[in-house]
């Protein structure tokens, strides 16, 4: 089958729309970006119960860009986690928000059995993305991690870590 696709402008980005089917023996390709593959994650990925995370890291600076302020003291690393009371699993989702440095992570707190299972959402740069063109450039990498700490994780990178 051949689709015809169309730009459109979604406001933050533009898009593609399949504007006109040749034939209809499958479906048009669905692209999933990165945001929609964190989503994923995030969806897949979670408990009922939020636990509290308190993360020390080091911190950038942002200029002001448009209508958005400078904001100064941003850690590189953000944490969130939840806790699934019916497996046991707690879920810690990461980001690094450096543009060009990995940071080493360090968990403290509750002991957690080896060998934990991680997603990982990352791409060559910020900007990387999936198109049309290339559907499947940036995808959730599933492993196995054999040690808990350190963990490292690289540059513009988004990281949940299953928890037994």
């Known amino acids: 089958p051949h689709y015809n696709w169309t730009p459109v402008n979604l406001g933050r980005g533009g898009g593609w729309v399949a504007t006109s089917i040749v034939e209809q023996n499958t479906p048009p390709l669905t692209v999933k970006v990165p945001s929609t593959l964190v989503l994923e994650l995030m969806t897949e990925h979670r408990g009922d119960v939020a636990i509290g995370c308190e993360v020390t890291s080091p911190t950038f600076s942002s200029p002001a860009a448009g209508n958005l302020p400078a904001y100064d003291d941003i850690p590189f690393i953000h944490a969130s986690a939840?806790?699934?009371t019916n497996s046991g699993k707690t879920y810690l989702s990461l980001v690094n928000r450096s543009v060009a440095h990995s940071v080493s992570v360090d968990i403290e707190g509750e002991s957690y059995t080896d060998p934990a299972t991680s997603y990982i959402i990352r791409g060559d740069s910020p900007l990387s993305t999936n198109d049309v063109n290339q559907p499947n450039h940036i995808q959730i990498e599933e492993s196995t991690v054999g040690?808990?700490?350190?963990?490292?994780i690289t540059p513009h990178t988004f990281l949940v870590l299953v928890l037994e």
């Open 82 to 84: 939840t806790y699934d």
């Open 147 to 152: 040690s808990l700490n350190p963990i490292v």
